[in-house]
């Protein structure tokens, strides 16, 4: 509805009106999909309080993808020491994104971030992606 699929009309109002309502009864899709609206000013007027809002209420809710880019914002308004936790929290869920590794290498390099909590950060990062394995998901990755 919201984007014009399936063979609807694009109605943005009326989509935004359904996360808001997905939102409220406990969606961290809608929670992220809301976040991504205001920081982009997509069908509302670009309001990056409210993004951030958004952002940490989907990873609140369990948006994995959230805590992601909650890092970026906050590295780029200068609060790394939270920035860098949101980011080892992503990778601690198994989330693969070169930024990601970009960011928490330079939060290492840079201090922000112990020895030994970067090297918990991979080794955690890398159990959360061996538990996420299956043969059905290797044989499909074949193809």
């Known amino acids: ?17 359904w996360y808001h309502r997905a939102v409220e ?3 961290a899709d809608a929670a992220y ?3 991504k609206c205001f920081w982009e000013g997509d069908g509302v007027d670009k309001d990056r309080v409210q993004a951030l809002g958004y952002f940490r209420k989907a ?5 994995v993808p959230a805590y992601c880019f909650i890092g970026d914002i906050l590295i780029a308004i200068g ?13 601690m869920c198994g989330w693969s994104d ?5 960011n928490l290498r330079v939060g290492f390099r840079a201090g922000f971030i112990t020895k030994d909590e970067y090297a918990f950060t991979l080794r955690e990062h890398q159990v959360a992606c061996d538990e996420m394995k299956s043969d059905g998901r290797e044989r499909h990755n074949v193809w």
Do not use: P, Y
Not at 59 to 63: D, M, T, V
Not at 98 to 102: G, I, K, N, P
């Open 1 to 17: 509805m919201f984007h014009g699929e399936i063979g609807l009309q694009q109605d943005k109002a009326e989509g935004l009106r």
């Open 25 to 27: 009864a406990g969606s």
């Open 33 to 35: 999909n809301l976040g």
């Open 59 to 63: 990873a609140e809710l369990g948006s």
């Open 79 to 91: 609060e790394i020491d939270e920035a860098m936790l949101n980011c080892r929290k992503a990778a």
């Open 98 to 102: 070169d930024t990601l590794f970009s």
